[in-house]
Structure formats: C-alpha cells, structure tokens
C-alpha cells in the first residue's frame, strides 16, 4: 500500500520559518516528480512547489518564490519544503503528492492525508 506522510506543520508567528517533510512507503518514487499542494479553509487547493527527479529542477507558485525551498531525498524516498518569512495568508493545510511522470506540471496520483500549517501572532 502506498503512503505518503507529511509533518512538520504547526503553529508560527509571521516571519517565522517551518520546515515540512514528507516519507514516502509502500514504492519509490525516485524517478517521479513530487509536489507541495495547499488548501486554505474556502479556497480550492493549489500548487506550492515542485520537483523532477532528473535534474532536480524545480517550479514554484509566484506567492512563495524567494520564501520557500523544495528538496528531495531520493535514497530515503522523503521530499521536503523548507517555509521561510510565512505569512498569515500562508495559512492552509499542506499536502504532499506524487506525480504520475518526472515532470512539471504532471497528474498526481497519490496525495498525503495534510499537515496543517497556521501562521498567526
């Protein structure tokens, strides 16, 4: 069975940093592009941050480029997303997920059950 865990989340004042990580069980997903996705309460869920296996290049939304860092772990089968200078509007449930291909944008096909990041004084 697969599975894909997240942790890290939590609460952080604004400016403050988190880092979330993400294991992957069940299969490798080291010739796979992951991916960091998030759903703020009342908004759809979007795209944060991805990255290739070949390569390791890497795409980010427009709102966390220059704050957030993407990197992966082939050999332990982790992906994690490095969360600095967050804002409130940061806020949202963070979800790990696994592309179909090595590429940016790709279908997902499995996705974690979220971590929950809140950013609040």
């Known amino acids: 069975q697969v599975q894909l865990v997240e942790s890290g989340g939590g609460l952080v004042q604004p400016g403050g940093s988190l880092r979330l990580s993400c294991a992957a069980s069940?299969?490798?997903?080291?010739?796979?592009?992951m991916a960091w996705f998030r759903q703020a309460p009342g908004k759809e869920r979007e795209f944060v941050a991805g990255i290739r296996w070949s390569g390791g290049s890497t795409g980010y939304a427009d709102f966390v480029k220059g704050r957030f860092t993407i990197s992966r772990d082939n050999a332990k089968n982790t992906v994690s997303l490095q969360m600095n200078s967050l804002k409130p509007e940061d806020t949202a449930v963070y979800y790990c997920?696994?592309?179909?291909?090595?590429?940016?944008?790709?279908?997902?096909?499995?996705w974690g059950q979220g971590t929950q990041v809140t950013v609040s004084s």
């Open positions: 069940g299969r490798t997903f080291s010739r796979n592009a």
């Open positions: 997920a696994a592309a179909r291909f090595d590429d940016l944008p790709s279908p997902y096909d499995y």
